[in-house]
Each structure stands twice: as structure tokens, then as C-alpha cells.
């Protein structure tokens, strides 16, 4: 037994680290730099402030993980991240296709405590810094209520990949909060003060059928009057979770320090919208479901945002300028909110996306004015419009393992992260990411240490793509439609289709080109010939016909029996090496036969729209002045839909070739 007397002095227990780098915030951004740095060798002291990891994807907040791709809702084929943060989706698809948040926690925690090189203090808080000469962190303080224990941690380089940005704040980083003017950036979307500044939190809930009548009592502190939100009649029985993102609070409020205000007013407003959907009648269906789970903790959109040696804004993502220092990439909407959140009466979100995936440069990783800060997560610098694009999970992972590569560099060569901007070092930094997976557009491994780069392929064939087999199944021409493949430079080879519909019927195909390299908006009309179905010959039950130039063709497909067959030579000569797509315009009285064959870098697209990320339609049409294109969105299919059209090209199209496999970039992106 222990007896301690009242004179005693007593003191925390005390633990101190020394490492390699230091990480404030396990989200998903913390989570991939901690990987990223411990797999290459780096001692890495992970501070989490929460019981898991995983942030705003954790079990306690249960939002998607989004990235480039958007929902597959925008033109942004092939975007999706890869690197670790890849890893993680796929080995939580592989054990948790059902999407169960408990199990995504537990993944992350495998794979962080799999790392020996990562010490991980979870529940654990910083809240000092120490810094040294020329403004450099030297130490950070950090207390856990869970094992009453202080934890000093030292280390020349640290990342802050809090959300809030704690550690930024603490050592004197340099940050902005709310939205900038128009005039600094020349950003035409910046927001005027009646939209808002800053983006609210949100709190989501699950519902459970338990299979027989329950009853409901809300709280006290509940909404009484559920029409005191503008678009109450949106609610439904049907929807929980992440649908509800918008029911959203505080963006007038400083979005740091009132969180637990706006915590509050978010479990106001849920209970509110349970009881309207329990108790209102409106909701016969409710009647068996009960309210299984409610955050405990906001998702934070927006605080703080740090200045780097460079600002992204508006004008980076939609004209995808290219930088010498690009380590990352974005694809998401630059995606506003207005401040009064769920209690606004304008839509919940605009939204308005570039034609393609972005660059994100270095410059914005790190601080400008504390020289050993790195920057990970939503808390980059970037303007708030760019921020608007910059804050989705996926992307703010993605760009925390370029961070953990640029802070192995740092630390072999012990340099500052400003010092990588030298040309040979930032060149061995971006081979390191290709290396590693990380896709950065525009840029594809050139590895003179990789013996693949002198080897010779020798192949007993190639690929060559002469046609794509009918499978007997038709899909209907409710809207138009395109087959999106890659293309050598010279003349377009002639297509083949097959269709079903009356005799008559006209058809408008066209061939588009994207414009420029690795963007996929089909907005350049190469060509565009219109067929008549029928047209010069009879059509039997055993063979149809269609007429192009004056030509009539028959022919019936194996597998699909008697179809109208089309053939259009649309007579272009390309100039490079690119995608283009063949489209065909919507026509309700006709179906297009469609082939089983998947094949890697061709897909099936649809002009439509998703609206999750576009409330305009199937063209993003934005208001004059604001500084966004116009352009049609071009949309695949999710499998097992999505089927590709029966196709055949005269001369094949020749781009397996067998040297492929020697050169990157690995996914793609141009031809």
C-alpha cells in the first residue's frame, strides 16, 4: 500500500520521445504521412486526439471519403488517388463492403500499429510548443486524460495535420481564417459576406428496423419547429448518414472555439429531424425504425488555413496550371457552402468543377515562416475558394504521403522544406512518389536507376483492339452516349455499330476530341455525321441495314441475332497521340447492342448528371463573371453496369504495344 500526504508535491507522469518526425492530428492525412514516412525508414510519434483514427472517417463522425473522382459525378477519368491512401480503400473494401464504420477504424489502427517505426499516442492533446533558433519547432507537449500522462516529443521536423491547425498556431504559423476578396486571387467564386466565410460542422445519424412499432420522445433541447429549416421538406425516412450532409451549422461562428456550441445546435436540430420524421405522421414507414446512432463529435469543414510559400486559388484549379514543385493532385468541385448551414435558405452547396484533375505544388505543404513546419490535410495553404476543392479526404491523404517522402528527404540531406525546391532535389523527390504510386499529373517515372528503362521487350503479340463482341443485350438511347478510347496520331479508323429501332430513325454520331492531354471533357466536335436507320434497303427478320455516305450495309451480329448495322468513317486526321470519344446523340426509340468484354483505359459514358455534385444538370453552366467553364459532364456507369458498346474499328486501333509496360505513368491518362 501507498499513502500520500496532503504536503507532497506531486506532478504528471512524464514521457519523453525524440524522433524523426513528429505528426499532430491521425485523419486520414496523419494516418498516410505516418505510413508513408515510418515505411522509409523515419521515426514517427503520431499524436491523436481522439480514441481513433481516421478524423472525419472515424466511427465518431462517419463521413465518405472523397477525392478527385467526386462520385464519379465530373470528367475526371481514372483520378483515383493511389498510394496509401489507396491501400487503406481497397483492403477496407476487400473485409467491409457493407461500409461499417467500426471496421474502417479498426483497419487504420491495423495498419498504423503494423509500422514499428510509428509510436502512436491516442486520446492525447498537444498544447505547448518550444522553438529554437530562426523560429524552428524544437518541441511539442501533449497530455492524454486517459493514463494522466504529459508527453514531450523532439524532433527536427514536424507535421501539423490537426484540422484545426493546433500546432501551426502554437509555433507562430502564419494563417488565414474566412474567405479573401475577390481582387486578391482575381477568384470570381469568392463569396460576397451574405453567402458566408467559413464552412459549418455537421452531425449525422443512423437508423435501425428493429421489425415491430417503436416509440419516440425527443429531448427537450430538441427542434420544436422543424420549418424553421427552409428545406425541412427534404427529410425523409430514407435517408441517414452522409445524405444529410447538410445539415450543417456555425459558419458564422468561429468555427475553432465554438464547437461545442455548434455541437449543440446540430444535436438540436438531428433530435428535431427524427421527431418530425417519428411523430409528425408524414412518415408511416418510420414507423419501426429506431435511431441507432448520433455523432457525439462534429466533422469539421473549415477553420484555419496556413500560409505556405505559394497560395493555391481559383484560378490553379480551374485552368490546371502546372508547377515545377507539383508533388499532388485535386479533382473535387470547388465546393462552397453558405454560412447559415441547414438554417439557409439558399441550396446546401454550389458546387463547380475544372475539366480535369489539378497540381498541387510543395509550396503549399509547408509553413513559410516556421522553417521545419510541414502542412498536412485541409489546412494547406490555399485561398478559400481552392480550399473549397483541397479539403476532401482523399486529396488531403494523398497530398500528406507527398509530405512524409519531402520529410525523408529533409531529413537524409538535413535540410528545411523550402530546400527541396531545388530542381535536381525536387526531381528526386517526384521520382520518389511516382515511385511509390503517387500519381501526379502531367509527370510519368523516368527512373535511369530502373533496368527496365534498357530492357528490351520481346512479345509473341499485342493487343490489337479490332472489335468488342455482342453480348445480346441492348441498351436503351434515353441519353446520348460515348465510348471513350485512346488513339494513335493519323487518320481515325471507321466504326461499326449496331442499334435497334424502326426503320427511318436518324442517328447522330460524333467523334470529339478532350482538347488537351489528360483532361477528359469530350468539348472538341472533330466530327459529326448523321445516319438514317434503313435507308436504301429493306430490312428482313433475319438482317437490318443502315446507310452511311450513300453506302448500304447489312450484317447480323452471332450472339444478338438482326440489328441495323452502322459503319461511319469520320474522315480526321489527329495530330498527337490522345483520347477521343464516339458519341452517339440521344434518340428514345433507339437501343445501342452492347459487348462483355471489359477492357482496361475504354470506357462507357453517359451525358447526365449526378446530382450529388452538380445541381445544374448535365452541363455545368455557371453565371458570367464568376471565372468557371461551361462544359458537359460525361459520366460512367458503376459496374456491374456500364457495359461497353458491340464495336468493331477498320484498321484495328494499335495501342497495347508490348513496350507499355516499360513506361508510365501506370494508369491511363494519355496515350
Known amino acids: 500500500m501507498r499513502i500520500y500526504r496532503a504536503e507532497d508535491e506531486r506532478f504528471l507522469k512524464l514521457e519523453r520521445h525524440a524522433t524523426d518526425l513528429a505528426i499532430v492530428g491521425g485523419g486520414l492525412a496523419g494516418v498516410c504521412c505516418a505510413i508513408t514516412a515510418a515505411r522509409q525508414g523515419l521515426g514517427v510519434v503520431l499524436i491523436q486526439d481522439r480514441p481513433v483514427l481516421g478524423g472525419n472517417a472515424s466511427s465518431e463522425v462517419r463521413l465518405w471519403v472523397l477525392g478527385a473522382t467526386s462520385h464519379m459525378g465530373n470528367n475526371n477519368r481514372w483520378a483515383r488517388e493511389g498510394g496509401v491512401i489507396d491501400e487503406l480503400l481497397v483492403e477496407n473494401m476487400y473485409r467491409n463492403p457493407e461500409g461499417n464504420a467500426l471496421i474502417f477504424d479498426s483497419i487504420l489502427l491495423e495498419k498504423v500499429a503494423a509500422e514499428e517505426n510509428i509510436t502512436l499516442l491516442l486520446n492525447t492533446a498537444a ?74 460542422h455537421s452531425i449525422y445519424f443512423y437508423t435501425k428496423d428493429v421489425g415491430h412499432p417503436v416509440k419516440y420522445v425527443p429531448p ?53 429531424v427524427w421527431d418530425h420524421i417519428k411523430n409528425s405522421g408524414e412518415f408511416p414507414e418510420a414507423e419501426s425504425l429506431t435511431l441507432e446512432w448520433v455523432g457525439t463529435i462534429p466533422g469539421k469543414r473549415e477553420s484555419r488555413r496556413f500560409e505556405g510559400d505559394f497560395m493555391l486559388s481559383q484560378r490553379d484549379v480551374v485552368e490546371r496550371r502546372r508547377f515545377d514543385d507539383a508533388v499532388s493532385f485535386g479533382g473535387w468541385a470547388m465546393d462552397l457552402h453558405p454560412a447559415d448551414g441547414v438554417y439557409s435558405k439558399e441550396e446546401g452547396c454550389t458546387q463547380w468543377h475544372s475539366k480535369g484533375v489539378y497540381q498541387i505544388p510543395l509550396r503549399t505543404m509547408y509553413s513559410k515562416n516556421v522553417p521545419n513546419l510541414f502542412l498536412a490535410g485541409r489546412i494547406i495553404s490555399a485561398s478559400h475558394v481552392a480550399f473549397g476543392s483541397t479539403r476532401v479526404m482523399a486529396t488531403c491523404a494523398h497530398g500528406a504521403q507527398a509530405v512524409a517522402t519531402a520529410a525523408a528527404m529533409c531529413c537524409e540531406r538535413e535540410i528545411v522544406p523550402r530546400d527541396l525546391l531545388d530542381r535536381d532535389l525536387m526531381r528526386t523527390l517526384q521520382r520518389r512518389l511516382l515511385r ?82 489528360g483532361n477528359f471533357t469530350p468539348e472538341e466536335i472533330l466530327a459529326t455525321q448523321t445516319v438514317t436507320l434503313g435507308e436504301g434497303g429493306a430490312v428482313s427478320s433475319e438482317k437490318k441495314v443502315a446507310t452511311v455516305g450513300g453506302q448500304t450495309e447489312a450484317a447480323t451480329l452471332p450472339a444478338s441475332g438482326a440489328y441495323h448495322k452502322v459503319t461511319v468513317d469520320f474522315g480526321v486526321e489527329l495530330d498527337r497521340d490522345q483520347y477521343v470519344m464516339i458519341g452517339v446523340k440521344e434518340s428514345e426509340s433507339v437501343s445501342i447492342v452492347l459487348s462483355d468484354v471489359r477492357l482496361t483505359g475504354v470506357l462507357s459514358l453517359a451525358h447526365k ?41 477498320e484498321p484495328p486501333i494499335e495501342v497495347f504495344d508490348a513496350e507499355s509496360v516499360l513506361r508510365g505513368p501506370e494508369r491511363p491518362v494519355e496515350t
Not at 500546432?167 to 460576397?192: K, V, W, Y
Not at 499529373?441 to 493487343?463: I, Q
Not at 490489337?464 to 485512346?486: H, I, N, Q, Y
Open 609 to 649: 448528371a449526378d446530382k450529388k455534385v452538380s445541381k445544374g444538370g448535365a452541363v455545368q453552366d455557371p453565371p458570367e463573371g464568376i471565372g468557371v467553364d461551361r462544359f458537359e459532364f460525361w459520366l460512367p456507369e458503376r459496374r456491374p453496369g456500364g457495359k461497353l458498346p458491340a464495336v468493331r474499328f
Open 436 to 517: 511509390q504510386g503517387q500519381h501526379i499529373p502531367g509527370l510519368s517515372l523516368r527512373d535511369t536507376d530502373d533496368l527496365a528503362e534498357s530492357a528490351e521487350v520481346v512479345s509473341s503479340s499485342a493487343y490489337s483492339l479490332d472489335e468488342l463482341g455482342d453480348c445480346g443485350e441492348t441498351l436503351a438511347m434515353d441519353s446520348s452516349r460515348g465510348l471513350l478510347l485512346p488513339m494513335r496520331a493519323g487518320r481515325v479508323p471507321s466504326v461499326s455499330m449496331w442499334f435497334d429501332g424502326e426503320l427511318g430513325t436518324e442517328l447522330t454520331l460524333e467523334l470529339r476530341g478532350m482538347g488537351c492531354a
Open 220 to 272: 427537450a433541447f430538441a427542434l420544436n419547429d422543424i420549418a424553421e429549416i427552409p428545406r425541412y421538406r427534404r427529410f425523409n425516412a430514407r435517408d441517414y448518414g452522409c445524405n444529410l450532409w447538410w445539415i450543417e451549422y456555425g459558419g458564422r461562428m468561429d468555427t475553432v472555439h465554438d464547437t461545442e456550441k455548434i455541437k449543440w445546435e446540430l444535436w438540436k436540430v438531428v433530435y428535431g
Open 127 to 200: 498544447f505547448e510548443v518550444d522553438k529554437g533558433e530562426e523560429e524552428a519547432i524544437e518541441a511539442i507537449r501533449a497530455f492524454c486524460s486517459q493514463n494522466s500522462t504529459m508527453y514531450e516529443v523532439r524532433a527536427p521536423y514536424f507535421c501539423d495535420a490537426s484540422g484545426d491547425g493546433v500546432l501551426g498556431f502554437l509555433s507562430g504559423a502564419a494563417f488565414r481564417i474566412g474567405a479573401e476578396g475577390r481582387a486578391e486571387f482575381d477568384e470570381g467564386f469568392a463569396p460576397t459576406g451574405s453567402y458566408g466565410e467559413l464552412l459549418g
